[in-house]
């Protein structure tokens, strides 16, 4: 079918994909835009056609009879690609990423499913959107990829540049007063399993809000957003009243464009915040652990233009000494070497080029 695109992302309506279907939407009016999900009660816009992606008989004949396929994730083995059909690979991350991926983390682990997966969305990969240089090379290693790249940026940071819109849905979505600041604490999950994401929040949240006040003044609320992976364990962590648990809000890029500062360990949306000088801190008790045993990474821990922390006390004397200038100095100069040109518009960029491949039907 000529007209159809199919999109999957692993966490339902949100990343690249959303931003992207928002484009095409205005773009186009012949396009039948399919989302796979596991959850048919998604809010999507009008245009969009949800699909229960568990129901095997539905996915495959989608995918099957779909012009182009736009994934975060690996497309299934058993998904057979005709040459006719057009795969995008659009990633889950922003234009830098911390962390290997794909085919360098599955040799990492030895994990021959991962391998076989990723030896296969090698070879049926068409284009890969990235945004900048760096992003296309760790793609390049990561899917095992010689293909051809187009950069447009990060479709899902877009929101960051224009974060009022977003403000009053999150504070409402939290229950609180939209003049509070917001602090979004996003720990990444642990593979290892006595060190697991839930097991290892060590944040002292009472120090922390205390802090916040100290240095920036006003009122602090701090957003809990425990990785997708293990979300639906979040309610197990206790918190006081001024931490807010918002692990199963649908878009984490609104939750940081409602934020005033952002708190992760190894997480790659640390990136998103700096493209707008948002401040940003890391909090990595276990980083030894972590780069040994869990994931090798792409970029030198001591090297990022954040503040790093293995304690709590260590925490508030960073976010005590924060000075905005110097920081936006640092953040200017790692993104110029790692060639991210970041500017609100990835999202209109990947759309044209996706509907350039697409015939029109009208």
Not at 3 to 25: A, D, P, R
Request: proline share 4%; glycine share 4%; net charge negative.
């Amino acid at each position: 079918e000529e007209n159809k695109v199919v999109f999957y992302n692993q966490n339902g309506y949100c990343g690249h994909g959303k931003y992207i279907t928002e484009q095409l939407l205005q773009l186009r009016k012949d396009l039948d835009i399919v989302w796979l999900a596991e959850n048919l009660n998604l809010e999507v816009p009008e245009g969009v056609r949800l699909v229960y992606s568990p129901n095997y008989r539905n996915f495959i004949y989608e995918m099957e009879t779909a012009k182009a396929w736009v994934f975060d994730y690996w497309v299934p083995t058993y998904i057979e690609k005709r040459p006719e059909q057009v795969y995008f690979q659009v990633k889950h991350w922003a234009s830098v990423t911390l962390k290997t991926f794909g085919m360098d983390v599955a040799l990492f682990q030895k994990n021959r499913p991962h391998i076989y997966n990723s030896l296969y969305n090698s070879k049926i990969i068409d284009y890969i959107i990235v945004g900048s240089r760096f992003d296309e090379e760790s793609c390049r290693s990561g899917f095992a990829f010689s293909g051809e790249v187009y950069y447009a940026g990060s479709p899902r940071s877009d929101i960051l540049f224009r974060s009022g819109e977003v403000k009053s849905k999150v504070c409402q979505y939290c229950g609180v007063n939209e003049e509070v600041h917001l602090l979004v604490y996003t720990p990444t999950f642990r593979v290892v399993e006595d060190r697991s994401e839930l097991g290892n929040i060590q944040l002292d949240f009472e120090k922390l809000r205390r802090s916040l006040m100290d240095k920036f003044g006003g009122d602090w609320y701090i957003l809990l957003r425990v990785h997708p992976y293990t979300a639906r364990k979040s309610e197990d962590i206790c918190h006081p009243e001024y931490v807010i648990d918002v692990s199963q809000y649908s878009d984490s890029q609104e939750l940081v464009a409602a934020s005033d500062i952002l708190i992760t360990d190894y997480s790659s949306i640390m990136f998103e915040p700096a493209f707008v000088n948002k401040p940003v801190f890391l909090y990595a008790p276990d980083q030894k652990e972590y780069i040994n045993e869990e994931r090798k990474l792409l970029i030198d821990y001591d090297t990022l233009p954040f503040s790093i922390s293995g304690t709590n006390e260590e925490l508030m004397e960073n976010i005590a000494s924060f000075d905005q200038e110097s920081y936006q100095d640092a953040v200017e100069k790692f993104l110029k070497q790692y060639g991210v040109q970041e500017d609100g518009h990835a999202s209109e960029r990947a759309a044209d080029f996706i509907s350039r491949k697409i015939p029109n039907t009208i």
